[in-house]
């Protein structure tokens, strides 16, 4: 399940901390990224999805030392990074998977605030847990999670009103429709809603194999969909799954990516590696998509992947020997918006140029190539950071700014 972030609950997160950190970090052979710069810091964040004009973002995210003790949603004006983050939900119970509309004020988010106040409880926390939770990756699928919509005048409307696990919602770039996950009939399904304004048309089944569908997105046409999929094969495999979700928890060890026409029909599966795969989201034109992975070494590190929507020429984008996940891109293709554990601080909202063409930077001199990647540690804003012309890569005139950082230290009466 993309929107519940719950199976790190292992993590140690720091105490919570609205001040903006306008850091970079970037790992060798991360050549499609630039000026990555962290978003937020403290607590655990998750899931954050740009608004269709780019200047917006949501996100989830709790705080085990502050007010807030299970996911709320926030919203981060990117033009106005220094006014921190908003909370935009009750602060009851736990939210998950926030997505705009295309009018870039409404939006939709699951929430268990009907059932309660307090924060959802998970099996493997009562005293006498079954043995399956002895595992550290256990996703929660918490019944009770309804989808709420908040229009642009700030009113909230229950698009679904029912005791089942219906979260896992994205908008299709029409506003019209929404794809979200539900255990309604019975398994953790992909399922379509059609809308008028805030009022439901329909809502009708897009898959009905056994095993977890979810994570799903709209390509930028409206007319496909990509999701991730773990579908037990053997009796055996079928059973364990069941008693797991008879316990309202999964687990998501092997996941693959598949896409689907957005009325269901062509699912395809577009990985087989036998590990975790999930996270997917359509590059900005439709022909590529990008999405997590552990299936590349070691199993407990995940990184961004990018794959044609056919299947071939897979390429790795990040090198972090941590986490990475929840990719987007911004829909004029510039920006890549992710969550990562780099920076030693927990998981945080990352913001990155995006950097289409990359091939430039496979032209350089090793040395160069080193200079810039050095050069992306840098916050100064002196002239040796633009000491290169336009001709070179953007890539590179902002590896600059890393050694800058670094040697100021060592030299900063000569280097700024």
């Not at 990719?327 to 004029?332: A, I, K, L, R, V």
């Amino acid at each position: 399940m993309s929107c519940l972030f719950l199976f790190f609950v292992f993590l140690n997160p720091a105490p919570s901390d609205s001040k903006f950190y306008p850091q970079t970090l970037l790992y060798d052979g991360e050549i499609r990224l630039a000026n990555v710069v962290q978003l937020t810091s403290g607590g655990v964040n998750a899931e954050a999805y740009f608004s269709f004009d780019g200047k917006k973002i949501l996100y989830q995210g709790f705080d085990p030392h502050g007010s807030h003790r299970c996911d709320q949603i926030y919203l981060l004006n990117l033009e106005n990074l220094t006014a921190g983050p908003q909370l935009i939900s009750d602060g009851r119970g736990q939210t998950t998977c926030s997505f705009f509309f295309p009018d870039n004020s409404s939006f939709i988010y699951s929430t268990t605030s009907k059932a309660g106040a307090e924060c959802p409880k998970s099996v493997c926390e009562g005293s006498s847990p079954p043995k399956q939770c002895n595992n550290s990756y256990i996703w929660n699928i918490f019944n009770g999670f309804n989808i709420l919509l908040t229009d642009s005048t700030g009113k909230t409307h229950y698009l679904t009103d029912d005791s089942f696990y219906n979260a896992e919602g994205a908008v299709s770039p029409d506003g019209k429709s929404i794809v979200f996950t539900s255990t309604r009939g019975g398994d953790l399904d992909l399922w379509l809603m059609r809308l008028n304004g805030t009022e439901v048309v329909n809502i009708t089944q897009l898959t009905d194999i056994t095993g977890y569908d979810g994570g799903a997105f709209f390509s930028p046409l409206g007319d496909k969909i990509v999701y991730r999929a773990y579908h037990p094969k053997t009796a055996e495999e079928i059973t364990n799954y069941f008693q797991l979700l008879n316990l309202s928890i999964t687990k998501p060890l092997h996941m693959e990516i598949f896409t689907m026409n957005a009325d269901g029909s062509d699912q395809k599966q577009l990985t087989n590696f036998g590990y975790a795969s999930w996270a997917p989201y359509f590059y900005p034109d439709g022909s590529k998509i990008i999405f997590s992975s552990n299936h590349h070494g070691n199993h407990s590190v995940f990184n961004l992947f990018l794959i044609d929507q056919d299947g071939n020429n897979l390429e790795q984008i990040t090198t972090n020997p941590g986490l990475d996940m929840f990719p987007m891109f911004s829909y004029d293709k510039k920006k890549l918006i992710f969550v990562s554990n780099r920076n030693g601080n927990g998981f945080n909202v990352f913001m990155a140029d995006w950097i289409a063409d990359s091939a430039n930077l496979h032209a350089m001199s090793p040395m160069l190539r080193l200079f810039a990647y050095l050069c992306n540690f840098s916050n100064c804003n002196c002239s040796h950071c633009e000491v290169l012309p336009n001709i070179q890569s953007k890539m590179l005139k902002s590896h600059l700014r890393i050694l800058i950082s670094v040697l100021k230290y060592k030299l900063p009466t000569v280097l700024c």
